[in-house]
């Protein structure tokens, strides 16, 4: 066996006669002793020519081709030990899914609805701004990524075998083509109704959800622990798997009080950029897009220095064909995410541009977050968020045309947008604090060396992208997976401080579920 790779312009489907001789090069032979071919990866090239690139692997007639992935098989779990999982976003249901296969019963306490209910309450939000503390974009079943496209792309790779995840979602409804896609996604029209057969398994092998039931204090017991729920609720396990999220600032305020171990974690804080997808499209095509093309994506990492140091301005999120949305967890807070359908197909390109925020820019530029300790980048992030909402008293985004921001100047009109709670023309360069404003204001010339055309006043900025990733970090041992002083506490996935996106998520939930059925040995 040998893999190879070959190209096809992307207006052509791959040509098995060429990829048979392609492979026949490969390995020395001809056509006729070529064996079965398999398309290991699938990515566009648009540096020159547009091409799709596939990475092939091919065998001999007389090789025997290498097994397939093969998930491992649910057990039936109604009689068997419980594990307690709060949070059902992809580090809760993936290490779910996981203990089914190691014969564990997972019990999820979820502080939202089912995915079909969060709907009805995501479309309060933009109708009548209105925030359901627990039931919004951020928190019900399945998590933030539900309702943000479903991107699937992760470096992650020494965390677990990210086959399973993938193999895992097309198994209850996504598309095979994430299996080869080099940027895969799912869409978020897509994902509730995935949602619903993974939770559909979960139960009919013995599993629990418990939906509008918030953790409202977590106390050790003999042998193990108790969740107290906000319903009156309580449930009891050797075993907790903290999967809640980036943003359930409650769970890190209960830590505090209990004086149990959290720590500062650096996020990264900035606005969302939105362009004509079109223009995107001809930036990223180089004036050749056509439209058998999706739509073009972009990515860019920056260093940018103020007043001495430099951080790290970064994309984050980018949602080709998208549309922005409300992310706010709680009344009185603007904060925004980007989310599109599995057909990325609106008129509009959205992606987080945002500055690394890191504990000692805190301690320097905003020394009166001191007295928070742990959570002091926290207050810091929730305070940014309440500015925004108190600019317009309403879910309305200050927001203002790039080029006019980075001259530090009101915008006179803002463009028609995507988000649909609705815009307030806005002075972002002086309500972003300068450590962040002044290094978004160098990055945009900067990137329109690379993507000509990307700084424009047809750019419309709108704030805040806050919730990048978690401001607290709950420590863990890093052999055993658990609380650093909290035995049977596993800390996972974003919430924790130990994941960023949705495979990553899932990764660090399987390793947690791995670790207390004592089968995390087998990771590679």
């Known amino acids: 066996m040998k893999e190879f790779e070959i190209a096809f312009p992307a207006?052509?489907?791959p040509d098995m006669e060429t990829i048979r001789e392609t492979a026949a090069k490969t390995m020395g032979t001809v056509v006729g002793n070529i064996g079965e071919i398999r398309f290991l990866r699938k990515s566009l090239d648009a540096r020159k020519d547009i091409v799709y690139r596939y990475r092939c692997a091919a065998y001999l007639k007389n090789e025997k081709p290498q097994d397939d992935y093969v998930l491992g098989e649910y057990r039936d779990v109604h009689e068997a030990e419980p594990v307690l999982i709060i949070g059902s976003g992809p580090a809760g249901i993936f290490s779910a899914l996981r203990l089914l296969m190691e014969g564990y019963r997972p019990v999820i306490l979820e502080r939202g609805k089912d995915v079909h209910s969060r709907k009805a309450d995501n479309a309060a939000i933009s109708r009548e701004g209105t925030v359901n503390p627990d039931s919004n974009y951020c928190f019900g079943e399945g998590g933030a990524g539900t309702f943000s496209d479903g991107k699937l792309f992760t470096r992650s790779t020494k965390k677990g075998d990210i086959r399973e995840v993938l193999h895992q979602l097309v198994r209850f409804g996504a598309s095979p083509d994430i299996l080869l896609e080099a940027h895969p996604h799912i869409?978020?029209?897509?994902?509730?109704?995935?949602?619903?057969?993974i939770r559909k398994c979960i139960t009919e092998h013995g599993g629990e959800y418990h939906f509008g039931c918030r953790v409202t204090d977590l106390s050790q017991s003999d042998g193990g622990w108790i969740a107290a729920c906000s319903d009156g609720k309580?449930?009891?396990?050797?075993?907790?798997?903290?999967?809640?999220?980036?943003?359930?600032?409650?769970?890190?305020?209960?830590?505090?009080?209990?004086?149990w171990e959290i720590e500062c974690k650096g996020f990264a804080l900035g606005v969302r950029a939105e362009h004509p997808q079109s223009l995107i499209n001809k930036i990223q095509y180089h004036g050749k897009y056509q439209p058998y093309l999706p739509n073009a994506e972009y990515s860019f990492v920056q260093q940018v220095e103020f007043e001495g140091r430099e951080r790290g301005v970064f994309s984050f999120c980018m949602c080709p064909g998208g549309l922005l949305i409300p992310s706010a967890t709680a009344p009185g807070e603007t904060v925004l995410n980007g989310m599109s359908n599995s057909e990325r197909n609106s008129k509009w390109a959205n992606a987080g541009i945002v500055v690394s925020v890191e504990p000692e820019d805190i301690a320097e530029y905003c020394p009166e977050y001191a007295k928070e300790g742990p959570l002091a980048l926290m207050r810091f992030q929730q305070d940014m968020e309440k500015s925004m909402f108190d600019y317009s008293s309403s879910l309305k985004a200050p927001a203002q045309r790039m080029m006019d921001f980075c001259r530090r100047k009101p915008s006179d009109n803002l463009p028609a947008s995507s988000y649909f709670a609705g815009t307030a023309n806005a002075p972002l360069h002086e309500m972003l604090p300068p450590f962040i404003s002044m290094r978004l204001k160098r990055v945009f010339p900067q990137i329109n060396y690379k993507m000509k055309g990307y700084y424009t006043n047809d750019a419309l900025l709108l704030g805040v992208e806050s919730r990048t990733s978690s401001p607290v970090r709950i420590p863990r041992d890093p052999e055993t997976l658990q609380h650093i002083s909290l035995k049977g506490l596993y800390p996972a996935g974003e919430g924790a401080g130990y994941s960023g996106g949705i495979v990553s998520s899932a990764l660090d939930g399987i390793r947690c579920a791995m670790k207390i059925a004592g089968t995390a040995g087998t990771l590679q």
Not at 235 to 243: D, H, P, S
């Open 187 to 197: 869409g978020s029209d897509k994902l509730p109704a995935i949602m619903e057969n």
């Open 11 to 13: 207006s052509k489907s």
């Open 234 to 259: 309580t449930f009891g396990a050797r075993n907790v798997i903290l999967a809640t999220g980036h943003s359930a600032r409650d769970i890190y305020g209960m830590f505090y009080d209990k004086g």
